[in-house]
């Protein structure tokens, strides 16, 4: 009953920066934890980064000091802003919205750092 769409994917040089934007529709319950996952080919499903309904923030190694997760003023829009771009991050790029009851993934971005 909820939708994820992520938007914001594409081709950006290393160095770069992108801004990664999942908006929920549906029947939306405030109370969750929203967090993005990235797989890129021959590799498992990573977690990224992850917010709380509480704000607690988690990043993986690999991204911390270069991405910043954060929610929109309505809880149930999250954002991923990615500076410092470099090729290992490329992947596509996933929305997951978790509740008490509900598990929930977006259809997934692609990002491809390249020159």
């Known amino acids: 009953q909820v939708q994820l769409v992520e938007s914001g994917g594409g081709l950006v040089q290393p160095g770069g920066s992108l801004r990664l934007s999942c908006a929920a529709s549906?029947?939306?319950?405030?109370?969750?934890?929203m967090g993005w996952y990235r797989q890129a080919p021959g590799k498992q499903r990573e977690l990224v980064a992850a917010?709380?309904?509480?704000?607690?923030?988690t990043y993986a190694d690999s991204v911390k000091g270069r991405f910043t997760i954060s929610r929109g003023s309505g809880r149930n829009t999250v954002y991923l802003q990615m500076n410092n771009l470099k090729p290992d991050d490329t992947a596509v790029y996933y929305c997951r919205r978790q509740t008490g009851t509900d598990d929930d993934w977006g259809q997934g971005t692609q990002v491809t750092v390249s020159s």
């Open positions: 549906g029947s939306i319950f405030s109370r969750n934890v």
């Open positions: 917010i709380t309904a509480g704000g607690t923030i």
